[in-house]
Every structure is written in C-alpha cells, then in structure tokens.
C-alpha cells in the first residue's frame, strides 16, 4: 500500500491509548484514536479513580469515629450510600472533563471516533460509528490500547446470582449488609476494608493461603491482621464450588480441607482479576499472536507483524495504569523516532490502597534469594518516623533489599500511610543508580513521611559501621562513650 489515511490509527481510549496518541500527535504523526465506549477507560470510570474515591469516603467516616482520640466528639454517624455513590460519580465525571474529554484530544489534532474497532488486514481498520455507519481506514503504524475487563471465574451458579466487579460496584446505590468477596488481592483488599468502614460486614474467601500473594508476606500479614481489626473476616485456602441464590441474597459453599461451608451475604464482589480485551479485534485477519494472558509483544511493544504494537493491560504483562503510560512512550517512541528503548522491567512499582498502603518496587525477597543474589535488608518501623505518630498512622515498615558494600538498592517494600508516595523515591534513586549512602546524605524536611524513607536508608551506615574501625578512632580520640553492639541483628537508629 503506497499511502495509507493515517500515520498512527489508536485502537482504545483509556489510559494507553490517550498517552499513545498525545504522544503521537506532539510528533507530529497524522493520528485518529478509536475508542468503543468513552474516552478514560477502565482507570477513570471503573477502576482507579472511583475506587479511590469510596475508599477516601471510607477513611473519613472511618477517622470520624477515631475523633475522640483526639479529644474530639460528635453526634452519632450515618452513611448515605446514595450520597457516596454519587459523590464517586461526580470525581470522576470531574476527571474525564478536565483530562478525558474528546475535545481535548481534537485540540491536538487527533480524530477522535466511537465505536467498536477491528482489523479486516494487517493496516486496515474497519468500524461501526454510533450513528450505524461503517467506516474503514488504513495506517502506516497501528497500537492496540483496548486494556482490559473484569475476569469472572466460571464457578457452578454464577450465571445464575446477581454479583458485582469492578464495573458495576460503583452503581450501587445501597449498602449491603454483608459483602462476600471473592478474591484476596489488591481489588478485594481494598474494596473490603472500605465497605467495612462504610458499615458493611464483609467476609473474604481466597484459594491462596494468604492475602496480596505478590507481595512481601510479612508486611501482608500485618495488613491482613489491621484489616481483621477493622472487621474484615477471612477464609483462606478455600477453593468456591458453587454459588446459589438465597433468601437473603447469595450463598457460597467453600472447601476448606475436606469440610464443606457456606457464606451467606446480600451481595457478591467477585475479585478474581482481569482479563484482556482482544475478543473482537480479529487479530487473525492482521496476523498478530495473542494468547490467553493478551496479546504477545516484545520488550519494544511491538508484535510479531513489524508496524503493529500493543501497550497497556491487553498485553498482560503490567495491569497497572502507571505502566499503561510507560509501555505507551516506549511503543510510540521506537515506532516513529526508532530510537531504541525498552520496557523498564527492573524498576516497576506498585501499591495497594488500603490503610496502611502496601507497596513494593524492583526484585522481591523471594526473587532475589531464589537467584542466589547476595544482599542485605535494611529495616524501619513507621513507629519511630514522627509524622507517623503525629499522624496515628504507626503500623507499618519499610524493608530495603541492597547490596552490603556499594549500597546498591534492589528492592523495596513499604507497608504504611503514604507507602505508594515513599515507593516512588525508592524507585527514583534505583532507576537512577542512586545508593543508600547517597540516599541518606540527601536532606529531607521534617517532619514528613520522606524523612521516614531517608530513614531506612540510614540503616546502611549502621549496619556497615566497623567495630574496629570505632576502637581505633576512642583510642586516636581518647573518646569514652559505650560502643554499641554492630552485631545486633534488630538494631534500628
């Protein structure tokens, strides 16, 4: 094909794709975006921003009852699920106006089209506009952004109870007496907490023998017994035969070694993951390979066919909206500049949003030990950084993984308030080879929870002091003070 109509045809608008294009677009690249539904995607209207949202509305009510702690009292505390509800319409409708809306992305010289896309030949698209017509276009390069939807598991009886995911848990409009959640993850941590803090009982029920199995296991341990003292309950290693409807609402008969129960609720959350979104594309008509996880590309984005790349949650690769953006540079980079640049595998963060926040960026300790790597944890509790105490927010660690000598940092774990904001400086200063010697000289204002990340930095010197070294310096100073024991494994300055 000699010309094509578009230099960059986006197929999805949520996250991927509106960075894919802007991106394309500053370029200078003659770009249309195709999204099937509304621009935003899954980040602003199911997932992201109205979770956070109820779970802000959670933390308030949740601090409220907390305020006579604070020598604060009140009257007696109602929740209005309507009222919340609505309240998680109007942040994100606020969002997709202020970053989402097609007009914005017009502004920038992208045509913007709605409807459901898919290839009829490796550089043909083909689309039903809202309007009934069809509409068929060709491009030079093509980036599949189509992100993912909601994984319902198929359990005996679930095509036969009403049950909520992500997408539909924000149209509720009361709030259940009992909220079973399937699924002991981010989505189900997060969610769980919440509803208990809005006043729901909540019961969880995973396979797995802990809660967030890709997280540290201690600190997940800690957050799992916080979140039991809120009200959450657990039955863990417990696989879902069925589900049937009651009286009330649901059942949900579990096995739990060899012995058979069931956990009645008035509505269902089913936190089991997500899946990609590809079913419609017709990738076989372009020649692209997917397989169950998404749709396969390199380290560069792109697919087997060489002008064809997939960013985002349809790769399967990184369900995260920060890595959506990421993958989306990458792609549309190596695409139009050829400048060669890859996924940054090595520095990827992540966070839960619960209370305490559960975060993590790089190699975990599992990871490092089962590749033999050599390295040393460096340990601080929140209940030695001021603002935390200020704050009442003392749960929690942070766990550094760094290589004894150099400092060299290879992973960190965060259990605590503003986890996800501390695991951006870890992931700064890896990324950029900064050293926990490096990372402790650098001053940081007090008090603030950054201070508490310095902090754990500072552990480097303590556990790398030499005895020695610290008799030879009394002895040439005639110093007299006590020498600390260095080989405490549970020191902590």
């Known amino acids: 094909m000699s010309s094509y109509d578009y230099d960059v045809v986006v197929i999805g608008g949520g996250a991927a794709g509106l960075t894919a294009s802007g991106i394309a677009a500053n370029f200078g690249a003659k770009t249309m975006m195709i999204e099937q539904e509304k621009l935003g995607g899954d980040c602003t209207w199911t997932g992201c921003v109205p979770s956070k949202t109820l779970i802000r509305a959670g933390k308030v009510i949740h601090d409220m009852r907390k305020a006579a702690a604070y020598g604060i009292t009140g009257n007696h505390l109602q929740v209005d699920m309507e009222k919340v509800i609505r309240h998680v319409h109007e942040v994100r409708t606020e969002i997709y106006e202020d970053a989402d809306r097609p007009e914005i992305f017009e502004e920038m010289g992208i045509d913007v089209e709605f409807g459901r896309a898919a290839f009829t030949d490796p550089h043909i698209i083909r689309f039903e506009t809202k309007e009934g017509a069809t509409k068929e276009v060709t491009s030079k390069k093509i980036f599949i952004c189509t992100g993912a939807k909601a994984f319902v598991p198929p359990i005996e009886g679930v095509d036969e109870v009403d049950y909520l995911t992500n997408e ?17 993850g981010p989505i189900g941590s997060e969610m769980s907490q919440s509803f208990v803090r809005l006043g729901s009982k909540v019961s969880v029920i995973d396979m797995a023998p802990r809660i967030m199995m890709n997280d540290d296991e ?7 017994e916080k979140l039991e003292e809120e009200g959450v309950n657990y039955y863990l290693n417990a696989s879902v035969k069925r589900v049937s409807k009651i009286s009330k609402g649901v059942g949900v008969t579990i096995d739990r070694d060899g012995q058979e129960t069931v956990v009645q609720g008035d509505a269902l959350l ?3 993951g997500r899946r990609a979104n590809m079913d419609s594309l017709n990738l076989e008509a372009a020649g692209v390979h997917y397989s169950g996880s998404g749709i396969e590309v390199n380290d560069k984005c792109r697919t087997n066919v060489r002008h064809i790349y997939a960013v985002g949650d349809v790769t399967g690769r990184y369900q995260f909206t920060h890595m959506s953006e990421h993958m989306a540079k990458v792609a549309v980079t190596n695409a139009l500049l050829k400048i060669p640049m890859k996924i940054d595998t090595r ?7 619960t209370s305490p926040e559960l975060a993590h960026v790089g190699a975990t300790r599992n990871e490092l030990e089962a590749n033999g790597k050599q390295y040393q944890e460096y340990r601080f509790p929140f209940s030695k950084i001021d603002r935390a105490l200020t704050d009442g927010e003392s749960t929690g660690w942070i766990k550094i993984y760094a290589k004894k000598g150099n400092g060299k940092i290879l992973g960190a774990d965060v259990l605590g308030a503003h986890a996800g904001e501390m695991i951006s400086q870890y992931a700064l200063a890896m990324r950029n080879g900064v050293s926990l010697r490096q990372f402790a000289d650098t001053i940081h204002p007090y008090p603030t929870y950054g201070l508490g990340a310095r902090r754990a930095a500072d552990q480097w010197y ?9 008799k030879w310096l009394k002895r040439i100073f005639r110093l007299r003070g006590e020498i600390p024991d260095y080989n405490d494994p549970e020191r902590i300055v």
């Open 270 to 272: 089913l936190a089991t």
């Open 347 to 353: 520095h990827v963060p992540w966070c839960t949003f």
């Open 218 to 224: 201690e600190l997940a341990g800690i957050l799992r």
């Open 462 to 470: 303590i556990k790398n002091q030499s005895e020695t070294l610290v």
């Open 168 to 184: 539909s848990l924000f149209e509720i409009d009361r709030l259940p007496e009992h909220l079973v959640v399937i699924g002991g």
